[in-house]
């Protein structure tokens, strides 16, 4: 239990620093948070701040263990990013993305569809993943860049994925691969398979091109794909003020005719209702566009200083709603959760997580020439080229 | 299917793309078509003429105004398992899908480690001669050859037209197919419609010839050939043509051999002159045969200006006059 108050204690994220003198002269009002207001914000919820069912979107009635394998999840989710950054800052791992606060989000929403349904993933979902089987290890090894990991220590740490667990790795330009999503989704209806598509994205995103085209398209085409906009505040230091002008992002479905709907990205239930009966209405109305409201409770990146760009009160505000509290007391409240399954589940994630890195961090590095390697399908004649002359490069000299 | 028994038929170009397009379309059912007005209407050039009434409209498919967004929706149906043919109307409006093209097709089977793949066409109706000005009579292809991914295909006969296609369709990696507008109803040619694709990565010897190398690819290829048969009766020079026909991966082979043949060198094309493709050529002949040149490697391109409309393509476009005065400077240079 110390280890896990201990953990739980340190924050890792948001550490202020005092202001230089002078420099903030007056601290600007804080917004409430949306949530605790939610039907002048149209943002549907099954729980409220302390895991009491609110009335509005009914509770799906998950079975106990789903319930509690979806909280042990959440758990996990929070415990990685804490190694992370404490990975990140101690030079172990190059670079990090924090996700503090957005656990609720994706792992309801992929327990919301089956496995053969195809994900695409955004870059704050390590828990889509590990809910369909990937083990822990595998991602610590793409944390850590090394060889015997899916994308062979190609891609930043968290841009991850597997085609074996039906997860697609996003393209990193942020919101390119939503039409990539609804593609492949559209791909399915013309071969005539049952498979149903998940697209995560940020509010962000929204702003680009490949947005509209993919809503428009989807409109258009009816693909049956589920497109989530996790609205978490900021995209790295700009507010939603400044990405839209609309009240939410949901009703740019509206403009598209695709169907839309808000929800409280801090209420797994309400997003794991929203994204389900998205997910069963696709093969008959196509497309859905959600919004999960909710909040990046860390950095943008590790190279990221929220310090210049919002104020901890702020973040205080959205600290009342954390996903992982409101989770605990609704389980609390249905009697599948006290103290000691707490301290014991916390304990066995960080004994996870320790025994994931020092077993990824031992693992090889790739070797030069595999850079070269899934160019093509066969290396062209250009490639094996420049591979000899760089390894021929690369040996040490006499 | 027999070969022998099949008959030779007289294609355009145009009819050369339509029947490579029709023969995958027919044969596998994961080919689809896409893209601004290739159904009901066949394609602004009438392309696909016929395509979407034979084969039906859920894989002849007419979609929104949109460069990016077609190719993006194919890229993610190619991750699934199609083989989409993508046309774009005209190369001068593909940079808006450049990212998608270049970002995302060519790169995800290497950012994925190898699960991912996106076997695809882009088709992109290029060249002058048209009347076409700017963005419409573009030549884009140096802005896709700078990294791997993605294949560079460019048929300049009907017969290459209808094998590129095929070939190109089966390609397990993404491949971008440069169509010679100017060269659509231009001309017919006898060739059996067998199906059978061509090799990627293989030129051509368009004119044999002793003297000197002309390396091109596209309609001006066909420029190059009359300089060097007006060439051949004037100036009694014995020039070799060669049509690159594929740019990513180039024929190195075929390239070295003849230069080493000849050791001199005029590089063609139509895009303009400053980074072209004329330039990695050049650098890989003095690289690989620099014992070999007699004289310097000469260029003939567009100027580095847009494609004027009234007389670009008089003026802006190369043309057999300075194909021949490039070969005479090969020709004579003196040190």
């Known amino acids: 239990m110390a280890y896990c108050v201990q953990n739980r204690g340190i924050k ?5 620093k005092a202001p230089a003198k002078g420099k903030r002269k007056s601290t600007p009002p804080v917004a409430a948070c949306p949530l605790a207001d939610p039907e002048a914000h149209g943002i549907r919820q099954v729980m409220d701040a302390e895991g009491n069912l609110t009335g509005d979107l009914a509770d799906p009635e998950l079975p106990k263990k789903t319930l509690t394998r979806l909280y042990e999840m959440m758990v996990l989710v929070r415990a990685i990013d804490d190694r992370g950054w404490i990975l990140q800052r101690s030079g172990r791992v190059e670079f990090w993305i924090p996700h503090r606060g957005l656990e609720a989000v994706h792992t309801a929403a ?27 290890v595998q991602l610590f090894a793409q944390f850590f860049g090394r060889a015997d990991e899916p994308f062979k220590g190609r891609r930043l740490p968290t841009l991850m994925g597997d085609r074996r667990a039906n997860v697609v790795p996003m393209t990193t330009q942020v919101g390119s691969y939503i039409p990539h999503a609804c593609g492949a989704a559209w791909a399915a209806k013309i071969k005539g398979d049952d498979t149903r598509f998940l697209a995560f994205f940020g509010e962000g995103s929204s702003s ?37 002008a609309s009240a ?148 040490p000299g006499e | 299917m027999n070969v022998v028994k099949q008959r030779s038929r007289k294609s355009t170009m145009l009819e050369a793309i339509n029947a490579g397009m029709a023969h995958e379309l027919e044969n596998d059912p994961d080919v689809v078509l896409m893209g601004e007005d290739v159904g009901r209407a066949g394609g602004i050039f009438r392309t696909s003429t016929g395509l979407q009434q034979r084969i039906g409209s859920k894989r002849v498919i007419d979609t929104p105004l949109d460069e990016k967004g077609i190719v993006a929706h194919a890229v993610g149906m190619a991750l699934y398992g199609l083989k989409p043919i ?14 998608h093209i270049m970002f995302c097709a060519a790169r995800y089977r290497w950012a994925s480690g190898g699960q991912y793949s996106c076997p695809m066409v882009i088709r992109a109706p290029s060249f002058g001669g048209i009347k076409g000005g700017f963005w419409h009579s573009q030549s884009v292809e140096a802005y896709f050859v700078h990294h791997g991914g993605i294949k560079i295909l ?50 051509e010897v368009v004119r044999p010839g002793a003297d000197v190398t002309v390396l091109t690819y596209g309609p001006i290829r066909y420029q190059a050939v009359m300089a060097a048969d007006d060439l051949a009766e004037s100036d009694g020079i014995d020039t070799e043509v060669i049509d690159l026909r594929t740019l990513i991966p180039y024929d190195i082979e075929c390239i070295l051999g003849s230069v080493k043949k000849t050791g001199r060198v005029v590089i063609v094309h139509e ?65």
């Open chain 1, 110 to 136: 992929t327990i919301a569809f089956d496995d053969e349904d195809w994900i695409f993933l955004g870059y704050r979902h390590p828990g889509t993943l590990l809910l369909r089987g990937v083990p822990l």
């Open chain 2, 154 to 203: 460019c048929p300049s006969t009907p017969e290459d037209a209808y094998r590129m296609m095929i070939a190109a369709i089966r390609d397990p990696d993404p491949v971008l197919l440069i169509e010679a507008v100017p060269l659509y109803r231009a001309m017919s040619a006898n060739f059996v419609h067998d199906g059978q694709p061509t090799e990627i990565g293989r030129a």
């Open chain 2, 271 to 335: 895009a303009p002159l400053s980074m072209g493709f004329g330039a990695e050529m050049a650098a890989v002949i003095q690289e690989k045969a620099f014992g070999y040149l007699h004289t310097p490697i000469q260029r003939v391109a567009a100027p580095d200006v847009p494609y004027h409309f009234s007389i670009g393509d008089e003026c802006y476009r190369p043309n057999a006059h300075r194909i021949g005065l490039a070969i005479k400077r090969a020709m004579a240079f003196e040190f």
């Open chain 1, 208 to 244: 680009r091109g490949e947005f509209h085209s993919a809503l428009n398209f989807a409109g258009v085409h009816k693909p049956p794909v589920v497109f989530l906009c996790e609205n978490n505040g900021w995209a790295v230091t700009t507010p939603t003020s400044l990405q839209t």
């Open chain 1, 12 to 16: 890792v994220t948001n550490r202020k």
């Open chain 1, 248 to 395: 939410t992002f949901a009703e740019k479905g509206d403009a598209y005719g695709v169907r839309n709907i808000r929800v409280d990205g801090n209420d797994p239930l309400a997003v794991f209702a929203a994204t389900r009966e998205a997910r069963d209405l696709a093969p008959e109305e196509g497309a859905t566009l959600i919004e999960a409201v909710t909040y990046r409770m860390g950095y943008h990146t590790t190279s990221d200083n929220p310090d210049l760009y919002r104020t901890p009160e702020e973040v205080a505000v959205w600290e009342a709603w954390d996903p992982l509290e409101r989770m605990r007391k609704y389980l609390e409240n249905k009697g599948l959760w006290d103290e000691p399954r707490e301290a014991d589940l916390w304990a066995r994630c960080l004994a996870d997580i320790d025994a994931a890195v020092h077993e990824a961090e031992a693992m090889p590095l790739p070797e030069p020439a595999s850079m070269f390697d899934d160019t093509f399908a066969e290396p062209t004649w250009m490639l094996e080229e420049q591979r000899d002359q760089l390894l021929a490069e690369l040996e």
């Open chain 2, 86 to 99: 993508v046309e774009i109307q005209f190369s001068g409006f593909i940079h808006d899908a450049f990212e």
